[in-house]
């Protein structure tokens, strides 16, 4: 409110004055969404296309809010980011998917890999590699089942610190799979200098396979230049049968999309793993 002189007050755009009330608040519930056990962890299947197998699962957050039910990550993630907050439950996320994978995997239920989302804060963390470390140690995972995801924002920041980390990281065992890739701002000169294993191709991307012309172009070619740096390639967001037809032709690794099954709670992705190898 803008005092105006004598007791009148403006307030100037009230749906601004709206919105961070409406922020303020999810802020607030954010804070002690961790204690009171609010977060969930959904598993997205990635199949392997050569076999039609699931290869891995991608671990994405919910926020149960008691309230507003099912909060989706793309709600609460940048405020999370942010303020902060996105260390500590990245952390949740990392425990609890690598918990329940050592529990699948040791009851032979899971063979594959678990892909893990690192926001750039939790990634510029200076114990994140010692934190990694730990992980394997408590749950006695093999390192080669975990994959991190980054995104292209790590590219813009301090170039060496950012190898050496990723490099650290490869050392433990583990995969290194970048994000969303060709939505960011890396040239494709960083491909060669950066370790990466994986390249996800963004769905928007994918998008109406192969009837949009220039998605088809795009798709083609971020094959066929990962492929020749020794890269697999992970297609995301794939819906129809004409988008899987379009990257079996183009021979991609690995599918994740809603064809096959959309984010899914524990239970319905163990029942996956029983029923649907
Ligand atoms: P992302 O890492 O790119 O995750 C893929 C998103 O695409 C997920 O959204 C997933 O539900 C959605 N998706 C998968 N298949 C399809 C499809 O066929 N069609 C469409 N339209 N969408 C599909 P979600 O779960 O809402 O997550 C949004 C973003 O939030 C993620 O994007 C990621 O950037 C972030 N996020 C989620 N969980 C975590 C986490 O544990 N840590 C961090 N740092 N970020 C996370
Ligand atoms: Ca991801
Ligand atoms: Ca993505
Ligand atoms: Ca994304």
């Known amino acids: 409110a803008q005092q105006l002189g004598g ?24 804070r002690y969404a961790l204690e009171r056990s609010e977060f969930l962890v959904y598993y997205q299947p990635q199949v392997e296309l050569k076999t039609g197998k699931i290869a891995g699962a991608e671990a994405l957050v919910r926020w149960q809010h008691p309230e507003k039910g099912l909060v989706s990550p793309g709600k609460f993630i940048p405020l999370a980011e942010e303020i902060g907050l996105i260390v500590p439950i990245g952390q949740w996320v990392l425990e609890t998917a690598c918990s329940q994978i050592q529990q699948w ?11 893990i989302n690192l926001s750039i804060r939790q990634f510029n963390q200076p114990d994140l590699v010692p934190k990694l470390a730990e992980i394997l140690e408590t749950t006695g995972l093999e390192p080669s089942t975990l ?20 490099k650290a990281i490869k050392a433990l065992g583990m995969t290194i799979a970048l994000d969303d890739f060709g939505t960011g701002y890396s040239s494709l000169s960083y491909l060669q200098q950066f370790p990466f294993d994986i390249l996800k191709i963004d769905r928007c991307f994918v998008r109406n396979l192969p009837e949009d012309r220039k998605n088809a172009a795009i798709a083609t ?49 163990e029942t996956l793993l029983r029923t649907g190898k």
């Open 221 to 269: 070619a971020i094959l066929q230049m990962a492929h020749g740096l020794n890269l697999k390639v992970v297609a995301e967001g794939v819906e129809t049968y004409q988008e899987l037809l379009f990257l079996y032709g183009q021979e991609c690794d690995t599918l994740q999309g809603y064809l096959f099954s959309p984010p899914i709670a524990t239970s319905e992705f």
């Open 105 to 115: 995997q040791a009851r032979g239920l899971f063979e594959g890999r678990l892909a």
């Open 147 to 166: 994959e991190i995801e980054v995104t292209e924002s790590l590219l813009v920041q301090n170039i060496d610190n950012t190898i050496a980390k990723l």
């Open 7 to 30: 007791n009148q007050y403006e307030f100037y755009n009230p749906s601004l004055t709206a919105h961070a009330i409406a922020d303020l608040n999810l802020e607030t519930s954010l």
